[in-house]
């Protein structure tokens, strides 16, 4: 399936638009918490570890973008915004959404 960012992919229009697919993943601060315990690669400023979680969580809200739009009947997905949220009391919380348009090219 094609993801993307832009409104459309490059000589393959969109024959049909689906509609609004998104996905979400929470994870909580306890998470974070843990790992800065154990983080021993540290370099600028840098946490090799967080990333870690953070790549994850955002491959696994695409994960379900892709799935919701293949429900649908789609094989792309255009527009695709990323957008991390601290929730919760005390940002207590980080959520991971994306959203984008299911299409058929």
Known sequence: ???????????RPAREYLGVVTGEVIVGANVFRDLF????????????????????????????????????GGNAVIGVDIDYEVLGSNGSMLMVSVSGTAVVI
């Open 37 to 72: 315990a154990s983080i021993t690669d540290l370099v600028g400023g840098r946490s090799g570890k967080y990333e870690e979680v953070l790549a994850r969580a955002r491959k696994e809200a695409l994960a379900e973008m892709q799935e919701q739009a293949r429900q649908l």
């Open 1 to 11: 399936m094609i993801v993307s960012t832009t409104s459309s992919i490059e000589g």
